[in-house]
């Protein structure tokens, strides 16, 4: 199990000296059935994880409406680390797209995690690594046109397209689903020129 920690370590923090034997009796696998959720907005995270197999997502509700922060595919981390850490209600929900697998880790994970040698510069890492994609999230949906997103979505996820319904994508691009198909269909008229 620990294997799926490892490889995303890692990608994170390649010379990471960890022995994570000492924390794999704290990791669980949790299947997540298409429409279940890890966790709510409003509810105290109870952990974070990375995704194993499958998609979820991120959101939350605004005057009724599902706004889509993130997709959490294969390697993906997920979980709103303030709640769970600082017992909060959580600000977003976060839903299986599909049938999905997740390595999750409590707080006495991340506890024993972080008293490990270079464990606090690991943990560190990855929230920096999460601060950044937020960062990029939030300067896209304030400077890029819609197309731009979907272009550049296209380009770095290109397998996501087959897997998540268009409702979600249009959410997670910021404009209405009419829209995605809108825009769909002038690029590719532009690209059949």
């Known amino acids: 199990m620990y294997e799926l920690l490892e490889s995303f370590i890692q990608k994170v923090y390649p010379q990471c000296p960890i022995n994570l034997m000492l924390i794999e009796p704290l990791l669980e696998l949790r299947q997540v059935e298409k429409g279940e959720f890890i966790f709510r907005e409003g509810d105290i995270c109870d952990a974070v994880g990375i995704t194993h197999k499958g998609c979820l997502r991120s959101f939350f509700l605004k005057d009724g409406k ?47 995690l972080e008293a490990l040698p270079n464990g606090q510069k690991l943990l560190r890492l990855v929230v920096e690594d999460l601060a950044f994609q937020l960062r990029d999230r939030l300067l896209s949906l304030y400077r890029d046109p819609p197309e731009q997103r979907y272009l550049s979505f296209i380009e770095t996820e290109p397998k996501l397209l087959q897997r998540i319904p268009q409702h979600y994508i249009a959410s997670y691009l910021g404009i209405e689903p009419e829209s995605l198909s809108r825009l769909k269909r002038r690029i590719q008229s532009r690209q059949i020129s």
């Open 66 to 112: 599902e706004l889509t922060l993130f997709f959490h595919p294969e390697q993906y981390t997920l979980g709103d680390y303030e709640s769970l850490r600082r017992q909060r209600p959580a600000y977003f929900s976060c839903q299986a797209v599909e049938n999905s697998v997740v390595l999750m880790m409590n707080t006495q994970a991340i506890e024993v």
